[in-house]
C-alpha cells in the first residue's frame, strides 16, 4: 500500500520554471532511510534517470539538467522536489517519482515546455 504521488507538472514556455512534488506514503521503513530519484520518459523511449539523491544527501543529476534542476528533500514531510529552473522544450516529458532506488513509482507529472 505504497503510495507515490507526484504533482506540479504543467505547461511552461521555455526559460520558466516549475517546481514537482512527490509524497510518499505507506513505506515499509522511514521515508528518510530511502534515496529518492525523479525520471523522466517520453513516447517510444526508455525512462531515464534525472536526478537521485541518498538518504544521506548525495545528489546526481543527468548531465542534461546540470546547472538548471535541483533534487531536494524533506524529511518529515515524505517529500522530494524537483526544482526545474531555465527549462527547454527538450525537458517536455512525463516525470516519475521513485522511492528506493526503483522500488516504488508514481504515475507521474506531465512537463510541457513550449511556446
Known amino acids: 500500500q505504497v503510495q507515490v504521488v507526484e504533482s506540479g507538472g504543467g505547461l511552461v514556455q521555455p526559460g520558466g520554471s516549475l517546481r514537482l512534488s512527490c509524497v510518499v506514503s505507506?513505506?515499509?521503513?522511514?521515508?528518510?532511510?530511502?534515496?529518492m530519484g525523479w525520471y523522466r520518459q517520453t513516447p517510444g523511449n526508455k525512462r531515464d534517470v534525472v536526478a537521485q539523491?541518498?538518504?544521506?544527501?548525495?545528489?546526481q543529476y543527468a548531465d542534461s539538467v546540470k546547472g538548471r534542476f535541483t533534487i531536494s528533500r524533506d524529511n518529515a514531510r515524505s517529500t522530494v522536489y524537483l526544482q526545474m529552473n531555465s527549462l527547454k522544450p527538450e525537458d517536455t516529458a512525463v516525470y516519475y517519482c521513485?522511492?528506493?532506488?526503483?522500488?516504488?513509482w508514481g504515475q507521474g507529472t506531465q512537463v510541457t515546455v513550449s511556446s
Open positions: 521513485n522511492a528506493g532506488l526503483n522500488m516504488y
Open positions: 505507506g513505506l515499509p521503513l522511514p521515508f528518510s532511510v530511502y534515496a
Open positions: 539523491m541518498t538518504s544521506g544527501g548525495s545528489t
